[in-house]
């Protein structure tokens, strides 16, 4: 499997009191169309319930990058609410971060990470990501 460094400047943490939980809310609620009018109490709790992946800036601390992983950490993750800070974009810090998600979940040794997307296929698919082999096989209840 392909590794990517963070580009010059950047650092991934798991440590959910870094997270700056107002830009995510602001950012998702806002700018993602999966979670457009999301309340910032169900963010908080999705949050509070997840593991959690913030990208920063080294030099400023600001927080650039968010991802969210919901996962029972023994069989299935769940990766969901990837996004890039606009004025960050086109850095290759979505790559990044999601090749992190996925080298600190590797240690667990899952036997399944799944994701949806509307239209970042490329970007995961550089880090391993595949369209589902038998789609029939996968069911859903709720949203599509």
Request: hydrophobic residues 45%.
């Amino acid at each position: 499997m392909t590794s990517f460094a963070l580009p010059a400047g950047h650092s991934v943490s798991t440590d959910p009191a870094r997270l700056d939980r107002e830009a995510v809310h602001r950012w998702l609620s806002e700018g993602a169309y999966w979670a457009l009018g999301r309340p910032r109490e169900k963010q908080d709790l999705a949050i509070d319930h997840s593991l959690n992946f913030g990208l920063y800036e080294d030099a400023s601390g600001a927080q650039v990058g968010y991802a969210r992983v919901v996962t029972d950490r023994a069989t299935f993750a769940w990766l969901c609410d990837v996004f890039i800070a606009p004025g960050a974009r086109g850095k290759g810090l979505g790559t990044a971060l999601t090749a992190a998600v996925r080298d600190e979940l590797a240690a667990l040794g899952l036997r399944r990470l799944l994701l949806a997307t509307r239209d970042a296929h490329e970007v995961y698919a550089r880090v391993g990501f595949a369209p589902l082999a038998v789609p029939d096989k996968w069911m859903v209840l709720g949203e599509q």
